[in-house]
């Protein structure tokens, strides 16, 4: 068998002799996408050989795994949160992915480009659904990946200074102390 990749096996012999079958299951992974050209080479018993016709197998082109982190996952409106999409990755050999198209889900714009990650400040607080979607160097897009993102609402912080005897407290405590003789 040929499988039009470069790669072939060699010729397979059927070690019972009354074999009454016609068909020989073969199976083979292609690790990239394309069109090729599988041919069957049958070889008898004295040697002789001929090549089947061949058949045209075309294999399409995986799309890739988009990956979405987004850590910490709960923070307060106003800081910034890493999206990060570095762990996306193309299945198909010698891939890689191209660009990456984040959404943060709160109605800004998405961000698209070669980075992997980026930063992205919630104005309010509330849950919010950010989305990642990767398209890898063919042009095949992934399936969105998500991640919730929990935003405390910004909190005005009062400074307080704790006290620990308060004004209305006053306790005294007096002991007499004389000597006893032993």
Same mark, same amino acid.
């Given at each position: 068998?040929? /499988?039009?990749?470069?790669?072939? @096996?060699? /010729?397979?012999? /059927?070690?019972?002799?009354? *074999? @009454? ?8 992974? !292609?690790?990239?996408?394309?069109? !090729? #050209?599988?041919?069957? @080479?049958? *070889? ?6 001929? +090549? ?16 979405? $982190? ?18 996306? !990755? ?9 660009? !990456?198209?984040? #959404? ?24 919010? $659904?950010? @989305?990642?979607?990767?398209? =890898?160097? =063919?042009? +095949?897009?992934? *399936? ?10 910004? #909190? ?14 006053? $306790? ?6 004389? *000597?006893?003789?032993?």
């Amino acid at each position: 068998f040929d /499988f039009g990749d470069g790669s072939a @096996t060699d /010729f397979l012999l /059927f070690p019972d002799q009354t *074999q @009454t079958s016609n068909t020989f299951d073969v199976a083979h992974s !292609y690790l990239t996408s394309g069109t !090729y #050209t599988a041919t069957c @080479t049958v *070889q008898d018993d004295n040697g002789n050989e001929t +090549t089947s016709s061949s058949i045209s197998v075309v294999v399409a082109n995986a799309p890739p795994v988009a990956v979405l $982190r987004a850590v910490p996952s709960l923070i307060r409106a106003g800081q910034p949160i890493p999206l990060d999409g570095s762990e996306s !990755y193309d299945i198909n050999a010698g891939g890689s992915i191209a660009t !990456y198209t984040f #959404t943060p889900g709160d109605g800004s714009s998405a961000t698209s480009g070669s980075s992997s990650s980026i930063a992205h400040t919630y104005a309010a607080g509330g849950e919010y $659904r950010a @989305t990642l979607v990767v398209v =890898d160097a =063919d042009g +095949t897009s992934s *399936q969105t990946a998500s991640a919730v993102i929990k935003v405390l609402p910004a #909190t005005l912080v009062v400074p307080l200074v704790f006290n620990t005897k308060p004004k209305g407290f006053s $306790r005294n405590r007096f002991a007499t102390m004389g *000597q006893t003789p032993v």
